[in-house]
C-alpha cells in the first residue's frame, strides 16, 4: 500500500446523480492512500447509494443535514472545513455547481462549500446536454475562475441513453488528480522525459521480437514526476495502460523508432529516466510476406540495435541520467558496470523472476545504485512508491541546492 495522502484530511461531497456509485469506490482508494475521509451527501445522493455504505468504508458518521437531532452537526460544516486538506465534491451535478458558483447555501453541503479555505476540487457528472448548456457551463467557468479545480468529465456512453460528454471520470483519474494537488512541487518548471514499455522488432507482417514488459514502472515514474510539478514527456513501446493526466506521450514501436525520438526530446531535457526495456537486437532482414510454417527449423539472424543509454550518456550535458537494469544474477556487479560504462547518475536494479517484483507487477522491489558508488536497497512496494522514491533521491542528490524534496 502507498501512503500518498497519510495524515491528510479529505471530505468527499457526494451529489445525486448515477454516478454515485463510483464514489464509493473513490472513498475506498483514498482511505488506502492513507487519507482520513469524511463524506457529505445531498438528499438527493441517498436515492442512489445508502449513507450506511460510506459510513461503513469511512468509519465516521455521514453528514447530510446540518440539523440531525442529537447531534453537533450545525457545526460539522465549520469544524470540517477548518481541518480539511482538500474538499472534493463527486460526482457534481449541475445544481450543486450553480450553488457554489452563486454563493447559495441551502443544505448540509452547499452550507459547507461556502465555509471551504482548502484546495477544492468539483468533478461534473451529468447528461451531455445539461453539461453543455451554456448556464452550466458559464457557472463551471465561475468556479474554475474563483480558484476551484474542475476535472473534466469523459465522454462516451451516458446511463441516460445519451452519448457525448458528462460521464465521471474513473475513481482512478480523481484520485490521481487529489495526490498531485496536495504533492508539494519540487520538480516545477523541470523538464522530464521518461521512457516506458517494450519495443517490437518486426520478423514478418504479424511476428515480432519482443519482451514482457507492460510499461507500469514507466508510467509511474511519469505520473509522479507529473503530480510534482514537472513538464513530462513519456516516450512509450506499446502498452495498454493510459497516459497520466497533462502528460505528452509519443507513442514507438522499434528501438529505432525509440532512439530517434529519445535523442530528440533529451536535447531539451534536463531529467532522463529511461525505464523502457528496448531490445537489444532485431532481426537483420524482416519478410515482407507472413512466413508459411514449412521446415522443422529456421534461424533468426539477428543483429545489435543502438545502444540509446550509451549515446545519451557521451553527450550527457549537464543532464541528470537515470537507467534501469533488469537482472537474472548478479545484479550488483551489472548493474554497476552499466552505470559506469554509460555514464549514469543512478541506476535502478532488479531481480526479475518475483512474482512480485519486475515485468507485468504491480510491485517493485529494487536497489538504487549511485554515481558515488553508494547503494540503497528498498523493501518490496508499489511502483508509484518507487517512482516517488527514485524522484526523491534525484531532487536530494542531483538538482541544484535549496531545492527541496517531498520527502519519502
Same mark, same amino acid.
Given at each position: 500500500m502507498?501512503?500518498?495522502?497519510?495524515?491528510?484530511?479529505v471530505?468527499?461531497?457526494?451529489?445525486?446523480?448515477?454516478?454515485a456509485?463510483?464514489?464509493?469506490?473513490l472513498?475506498?482508494?483514498?482511505?488506502?492512500?492513507?487519507a482520513a475521509?469524511?463524506?457529505?451527501?445531498?438528499?438527493?445522493?441517498?436515492q442512489?447509494v445508502?449513507?450506511?455504505?460510506?459510513?461503513?468504508l469511512s468509519?465516521?458518521? #455521514?453528514?447530510s443535514?446540518?440539523?440531525?437531532?442529537?447531534?453537533?452537526?450545525?457545526f460539522?460544516?465549520i469544524d470540517?472545513?477548518?481541518?480539511?486538506?482538500?474538499?472534493?465534491?463527486?460526482?457534481?451535478?449541475?445544481n450543486i455547481?450553480?450553488k457554489?458558483?452563486?454563493g447559495?447555501?441551502?443544505?448540509?453541503?452547499?452550507?459547507?462549500m461556502?465555509?471551504?479555505?482548502s484546495?477544492?476540487?468539483?468533478?461534473?457528472?451529468?447528461?451531455?446536454?445539461?453539461?453543455?448548456?451554456?448556464?452550466?457551463?458559464?457557472?463551471?467557468?465561475?468556479?474554475a475562475?474563483?480558484?476551484?479545480?474542475?476535472?473534466?468529465p469523459s465522454?462516451?456512453?451516458?446511463?441516460?441513453?445519451?452519448?457525448?460528454?458528462g460521464r465521471l471520470?474513473e475513481?482512478e483519474?480523481?484520485?490521481?488528480? #487529489?495526490?498531485?494537488?496536495?504533492?508539494?512541487?519540487?520538480?516545477?518548471?523541470?523538464?522530464?522525459?521518461?521512457?516506458?514499455?517494450?519495443?517490437?522488432?518486426?520478423?514478418?507482417?504479424v511476428?515480432f521480437?519482443?519482451n514482457?514488459?507492460?510499461?507500469?514502472m514507466?508510467?509511474?515514474?511519469a505520473r509522479?514526476?507529473?503530480?510534482? *510539478?514537472?513538464?513530462?514527456?513519456?516516450?512509450?513501446?506499446?502498452s495498454?495502460?493510459?497516459?497520466?493526466?497533462?502528460?505528452?506521450?509519443?507513442?514507438?514501436t522499434?528501438?529505432?523508432?525509440?532512439?530517434?525520438?529519445?535523442?530528440?526530446?533529451?536535447?531539451?531535457?534536463?531529467?532522463?529516466i529511461?525505464?523502457?526495456?528496448?531490445?537489444?537486437?532485431?532481426?537483420?532482414?524482416?519478410?515482407?510476406?507472413k512466413?508459411?510454417?514449412?521446415?522443422?527449423?529456421?534461424?533468426l539472424?539477428?543483429?545489435?540495435?543502438?545502444?540509446?543509454?550509451?549515446?545519451? *550518456?557521451?553527450?550527457?550535458q549537464?543532464? #541528470?541520467?537515470?537507467g534501469?537494469?533488469?537482472?537474472?544474477?548478479d545484479?550488483?556487479?551489472?548493474?554497476?558496470?552499466?552505470?559506469e *560504462?554509460?555514464?549514469?547518475?543512478?541506476?535502478?536494479?532488479?531481480?526479475?523472476?518475483?512474482?512480485a517484483?519486475?515485468?507485468?507487477?504491480?510491485?517493485n522491489q529494487?536497489?538504487?545504485?549511485?554515481?558515488?558508488?553508494?547503494?540503497? #536497497?528498498l523493501?518490496?512496494?508499489?511502483?508509484d512508491?518507487?517512482?516517488h522514491?527514485?524522484?526523491?533521491?534525484i531532487a536530494?542528490?542531483?538538482?541544484?541546492?535549496?531545492?527541496?524534496?517531498?520527502?519519502q
Amino acid at each position: 500500500m502507498t501512503d500518498r495522502l497519510k495524515s491528510k484530511n479529505v471530505v468527499l461531497g457526494v451529489c445525486g446523480g448515477i454516478a454515485a456509485y463510483k464514489s464509493a469506490e473513490l472513498l475506498r482508494l483514498l482511505i488506502k492512500q492513507g487519507a482520513a475521509v469524511r463524506v457529505f451527501m445531498t438528499r438527493n445522493a441517498q436515492q442512489f447509494v445508502g449513507w450506511m455504505t460510506f459510513q461503513a468504508l469511512s468509519g465516521v458518521p #455521514v453528514c447530510s443535514d446540518l440539523f440531525e437531532k442529537g447531534d453537533v452537526a450545525s457545526f460539522k460544516h465549520i469544524d470540517w472545513a477548518a481541518e480539511a486538506d482538500i474538499v472534493v465534491v463527486a460526482p457534481a451535478t449541475a445544481n450543486i455547481i450553480g450553488k457554489m458558483a452563486n454563493g447559495i447555501a441551502d443544505d448540509a453541503l452547499s452550507t459547507f462549500m461556502t465555509v471551504v479555505r482548502s484546495p477544492a476540487m468539483v468533478c461534473p457528472s451529468m447528461n451531455a446536454n445539461m453539461f453543455q448548456n451554456p448556464a452550466v457551463q458559464r457557472n463551471i467557468k465561475t468556479l474554475a475562475d474563483d480558484g476551484i479545480l474542475i476535472v473534466e468529465p469523459s465522454a462516451g456512453d451516458l446511463a441516460c441513453g445519451t452519448v457525448g460528454p458528462g460521464r465521471l471520470p474513473e475513481p482512478e483519474q480523481i484520485l490521481d488528480r #487529489v495526490i498531485a494537488c496536495l504533492t508539494p512541487k519540487d520538480l516545477r518548471d523541470k523538464r522530464v522525459l521518461v521512457t516506458a514499455g517494450p519495443t517490437r522488432e518486426p520478423i514478418d507482417p504479424v511476428r515480432f521480437v519482443s519482451n514482457p514488459s507492460t510499461g507500469k514502472m514507466g508510467y509511474a515514474v511519469a505520473r509522479a514526476a507529473e503530480q510534482r *510539478g514537472a513538464s513530462v514527456t513519456l516516450i512509450t513501446g506499446p502498452s495498454e495502460l493510459p497516459v497520466p493526466a497533462t502528460v505528452t506521450a509519443i507513442h514507438v514501436t522499434t528501438a529505432e523508432e525509440m532512439a530517434r525520438a529519445v535523442l530528440e526530446c533529451a536535447e531539451t531535457s534536463e531529467i532522463v529516466i529511461k525505464t523502457a526495456a528496448v531490445s537489444d537486437y532485431r532481426p537483420t532482414r524482416v519478410a515482407e510476406q507472413k512466413l508459411k510454417k514449412g521446415e522443422d527449423q529456421i534461424s533468426l539472424q539477428l543483429e545489435k540495435t543502438d545502444d540509446i543509454l550509451m549515446q545519451l *550518456g557521451r553527450k550527457k550535458q549537464g543532464k #541528470v541520467l537515470v537507467g534501469f537494469a533488469a537482472e537474472t544474477e548478479d545484479l550488483n556487479q551489472n548493474a554497476r558496470q552499466k552505470l559506469e *560504462g554509460k555514464n549514469l547518475d543512478i541506476i535502478v536494479g532488479n531481480l526479475i523472476g518475483n512474482p512480485a517484483s519486475g515485468f507485468a507487477s504491480d510491485t517493485n522491489q529494487v536497489t538504487l545504485f549511485f554515481r558515488d558508488g553508494t547503494q540503497e #536497497v528498498l523493501p518490496e512496494m508499489e511502483k508509484d512508491a518507487v517512482a516517488h522514491i527514485l524522484l526523491n533521491r534525484i531532487a536530494e542528490r542531483l538538482l541544484p541546492a535549496g531545492e527541496q524534496p517531498v520527502g519519502q
